[in-house]
């Protein structure tokens, strides 16, 4: 500019001359570097392909190209430029500006026209480039193919600004020659501006005390730039380039050629800041720019979490899983605040989330807990009432500052805002992709650990008010929902020395302030010998614990195991270890409060099964050494039918008898002489041990232990007589028969250490087992009546592994699905499944069914195979012998099951009777009123169905072999039975 204010001071020229050069002046500069760049070629001499070859406009304009010719052949107008084919090497046309260093005044639109010479189909690509001040060629566009001769626009906005801008066409495939005509670059003329890849960010939060927030990243690009760009952070966010140093003040960017080229800046909130909403904008500036901003979104929850983790879940419950749970827990500070976090559940298979909960409004309660889960759950804060809600794994829950919007289902892991997680299993596999919501080499806990999954939670020991995204101090142990962890547990691994420290986990005999839980399938049972204190113990179901009088403790629970199902007894024989236990003592683990309990009072019958009383009160005083008969109501199931809980739990909690001296029970010999007493220690006690046991005033010195899994009485008399077991378990209530009146002694020192399980009803669980044996090989095949089950392959069911040898015989079973199972559950009779058997290369295959005499009497078992019908009950010889025609093949068959059953409404003898007589039915005792008769199939397929007035009678038949079902059925009495037609 100021060699333009030099020439325009000379204003002693005429004024016709002064124009003359301001239109010399100007046309120069329409072709210098203060202008557009026009050019046709149509002012290029003619000349032939060669190497480098040179061109100056006129103008100071300077052009070069390599392997190309300009010739008025195909041109557009005038004159075009052609490049080479097949030369070898790349052809090209620059533009380097006046200097030779590039245009200046930067580089806005870019344009020229071009063509194929032939059209013939010939491969022809070429590239659009520039290089900005020697900084590398940058491509203008897409790669460019060629294919038609009709002149074709290539136009871009480059919209760069700065100076020394080389631009050129460059061809990089050349089967044929390329025209190139009527080129035009433009100035840049668009201004500086700024661009940034997000307007606004939100998501920052963290709990007061607990910040700073995880980053979040945003890209910044210049163009057209007089100076460089300003990044400024607000009060309360802080900036970086590296996403590691981050700073409160202001951040530049320097600008070279007016570009920034995009570069990546990330922005948290700081830490240290109170409790409030974080609404701020973050600034970038440039001078001669419009600014840009980043409008940012976080929130400071109140409360310190540094110290809340998930203590606790419980994913695998029994059942249908409806007592599942997850703790949270504060350290002990209490009332902690949760809202502003999020418990995520994710799912193993595609380690994706597949719900979430949202805590706001929620705390923590007075101890510090918190729970979610089940309605059925003790000390439930927040409730679900669906079964199954928690998956088994491997899976994992993890606890975030933020929102369930946040997290929709099927959203990946992440890191960010994340406080703690646990990844968990049931016996399975380590779940890589999940492992990374924990700290370094934190393991997958397994539910399943002791044995005991369906009883037992996951929970970190001694409630560790530390330890966020550490897993390997969880254990194994019997649910605590709302109460404290265990700080030990008693393994057994060792011995059963109370004081021997690898019989603990962690390794050291407990101390005074300790709670601690003894496992109910230890090896070992302790034996405290010496004097012992600790703060709270409970014992598990089936465990026990000798030399009580020696343990100094608070607080005393017991697990005890109420089970049941529809075919059997409801009711168990119970005694209380506890001097003060009344029945409002006997808390449910599933807030269940419909406990039954009655008394035995022999004075009132003379028969055993006669003599009870509901005379107990909530606050009724249960006598140590006296036997309860307890159950437990009906339950609704979810269905809303009355059905009977498989399994049911009860803690009882009190002071322990002293055992010091003997537990004394009046015995009464009054109508029945029969007194229901009980073993009201921690440990079993030998009914065999005539030192310690006078049973002097007892006929016969025997013990009768009612067992609800049979309905039935078993005995043990000192010596050996009889099934009931030689040692009687802790808290099992047992009859005696006096024989006169007066006190029985139950005394400390016929206390044993060894296991004694407790006799209860162990649920309807019928195994069907099919033996396929050849050459002294056998293979097995199970059916399994579960009510917990499904028709279809669940996870109650095994899949089939098949032997490697093909030699050898095997049979299995298919579900729904068709999956090969050698272990297959049934929730519901009738049933009818397809199974099969692979005949190996055996000559001769035996099927046998070496379960069937422990199944229920009613149970009818059907096999159909090989055109023949066996009634598994009437087998003579008790198995199959199946010859084999052709080996190596499987053979199908079908087994129906189904329960008979006489007189629904009415069980005395004269309930009707059905006979096959080899030609015809003969009934008898029917009741007056009309009914009638069907036939069935044993596949549910109605043969024939026929009135019934008269009470006898007799139909003749004429049916095929096999195994038939007749149903009766009338007003007030239904009966089922089969018959079989063999001839």
Not at 349 to 356: E, N, P, Q, T, V
Not at 822 to 833: D, G, K, T
Request: overall charge negative; aromatic content about 10%; glycine content about 10%.
């Amino acid at each position: 500019m100021k060699e333009i204010k030099s020439k325009n001071k000379r204003k002693t020229r005429s004024t016709k001359l002064k124009l003359f050069l301001i239109a010399i002046f100007t046309a120069a500069l329409s072709q210098n570097c203060w202008a557009d760049v026009t050019m046709n070629f149509d002012d290029w001499i003619d000349g032939s392909y060669g190497d480098v070859s040179t061109y100056n406009d006129g103008n100071g304009g300077q052009w070069e190209s390599y392997a190309s010719m300009c010739h008025t052949t195909n041109a557009r107008s005038g004159r075009a430029v052609r490049f080479y084919f097949d030369q070898g090497a790349t052809e090209y046309l620059l533009y380097k500006g006046t200097d030779g260093f590039g245009k200046d005044t930067g580089l806005g639109t870019v344009s020229f026209w071009y063509r194929h010479w032939s059209g013939g189909g010939e491969t022809i690509r070429f590239l659009v480039q520039y290089n900005p001040d020697g900084g590398g060629w940058t491509k203008i566009g897409d790669t460019i193919t060629v294919t038609s001769t009709t002149y074709m626009e290539f136009s871009e906005d480059v919209n760069i600004i700065g100076n020394n801008i080389l631009f050129r066409i460059i061809s990089i495939d050349d089967e044929e020659r390329l025209l190139i005509d009527d080129l035009f670059l433009e100035d840049h003329s668009g201004g500086a501006t700024i661009s940034c890849s997000e307007s606004t960010l939100s998501g920052f939060y963290y709990a007061q005390g607990y910040g700073p927030s995880e980053s979040q990243s945003f890209d910044v690009s210049g163009s057209g730039l007089t100076d460089d760009i300003t990044i400024t952070p607000s009060t309360n966010y802080e900036i970086s380039d590296d996403d590691a140093s981050f700073q409160s003040t202001a951040m530049v960017l320097t600008q070279s050629g007016g570009t920034v080229a995009s570069t990546t800046i990330y922005t948290r909130l700081k830490s240290g800041l109170s409790e409030n909403d974080y609404e701020e904008t973050i600034t970038c500036s440039s001078t001669g720019a419009s600014n840009e901003t980043i409008d940012c979104s976080g929130k400071v929850f109140p409360a310190a979490l540094e110290n809340l983790v998930i203590n606790e879940i419980d994913a695998d419950t029994r059942g249908t899983d409806r007592e599942e749970f997850i703790e949270l827990y504060d350290g002990g500070a209490g009332n902690t605040s949760l809202t502003g976090l999020v418990l995520v559940f994710f799912n193993g298979d595609g380690d994706i989330s597949y719900d979430a909960y949202d805590m706001d409004g929620e705390t923590t309660d007075a101890n510090g807990f918190y729970v979610i889960g089940s309605s059925r759950v003790l000390n439930v804060d927040s409730a679900i009432t669906s079964s199954g809600w928690l998956q088994n794994g491997a899976d994992a829950v993890a606890l975030y500052v933020g929102d369930d919007t946040d997290f929709p289902d099927d959203s990946p892991l992440t890191s960010t805002n994340l406080i703690d997680a646990v990844v968990y299993g049931t016996n399975d596999a380590d779940d890589a992709g999940l492992l990374v919501l924990l700290n370094a080499s934190q393991p997958q806990v397994n539910e399943d650990d002791s044995g005991n999954g369906v009883d037992y939670s996951q929970q970190r020991m001694g409630n560790d008010p530390g330890g966020q995204r550490d897993t390997d101090g969880f254990q194994n142990a019997w649910p605590t929902p709302g109460e404290a962890n265990y700080d030990a547990i008693w393994l057994g691994d060792t011995d059963n020395d109370w004081a021997t420290a690898t019989n603990w986990s962690p390794q050291s005999k407990p101390g005074a302030a300790d709670k601690v839980f003894i496992l109910g399938n230890a090896p070992e049972y302790p034996e405290v010998s010496s004097a012992e204190t600790v703060d709270h113990i409970v014992l598990d179901h089936d465990a026990q614990l000798n030399g009580q009088e020696n343990l100094t403790v608070t607080t005393v629970e017991i697990v005890h195991e109420i089970t049941f199902s529809a075919d059997t007894s409801r009711w168990q024989y119970f005694a209380s270890p506890f001097t003060d236990l009344t029945p409002a003592g006997m808390a449910s683990t599933n807030n269940r409060v419909d406990l039954w309990m009655a008394t035995y009072n022999n004075s009132i019958a003379g028969d055993i099964n006669n003599a009870w009383e509901f005379n107990l009160t909530n606050a009724s005083v249960l006598s140590p050494g006296k036997g309860y008969a307890i159950c437990t109501v009906n339950d609704d199931s979810e269905a809303g039918d009355q059905i009977y809980d498989t399994d049911y739990f009860m803690y009882s909690g009190g002071t322990l008898v002293d055992a010091g001296s003997a537990v004394t029970f009046s015995l009464l010999a009054d109508e029945s002489n029969w007194n229901l007493i009980g073993n009201p220690f921690l440990a079993p006690i030998d009914w065999d041990d005539e030192v310690n046991i006078d049973h002097s005033n007892l006929q016969g010195e025997t013990a009768y232990l009612y067992d609800p899994s049979t309905g039935t009485y078993s005995t043990y008399t000192p010596g050996g007589g009889g099934g009931s077991p030689q040692h009687i378990p802790p808290m099992q209530g047992f009859f005696v028969n006096a024989s006169s009146a007066g006190d029985f002694d139950i005394p400390p020192g016929a206390r044993v250490n060894t296991a004694a399980a407790f006799l209860k009803s162990e649920g309807l669980k019928e195994f069907i087992t099919f033996g396929v044996t050849a050459d002294s090989i056998v293979d097995k095949a199970s059916l399994v009546i579960n009510p917990e089950a499904t028709n279809s392959f669940d996870k109650l069911d095994a899949l089939k592994l098949f032997a490697t040898n093909k030699l050898l015989p095997q049979v299995y079973s298919t579900a729904g699905d068709y999956s090969k199972l050698v272990v297959n559950q049934l929730n519901e009779l009738p049933a009818s499944i397809q199974m099969y058997l692979f005949t190996g290369q055996a000559d001769e295959i035996t099927l046998s069914f070496p379960d069937i005499e422990k199944l229920r009497n009613n149970l009818e078992i059907l096999v159909e195979l090989q055109g023949k019908t066996y009634d598994l009950r009437n087998l003579l010889t008790g198995d199959i012998k199946i010859p084999v025609s052709e080996k190596g093949i499987t053979i199908p068959f079908e087994v129906h099951l189904f329960e008979s059953h006489t007189g629904i409404s009415s069980f005395d003898e004269n309930n009707p009777k059905v006979y096959y007589n080899g030609t015809g039915l003969r009934y008898m005792n029917f009741p007056g009123q009309p009914g009638h008769i069907s036939i069935f199939t044993p596949t549910g397929r109605k043969m024939i169905k026929f009135p019934v007035k008269n009470s006898d009678g007799y139909l003749e038949l004429n049916l095929q072999q096999g195994i038939y079902l007749v149903f009766f059925e009338s007003s007030s009495k239904t009966s089922t039975s089969k018959f079989i037609v063999s001839r």
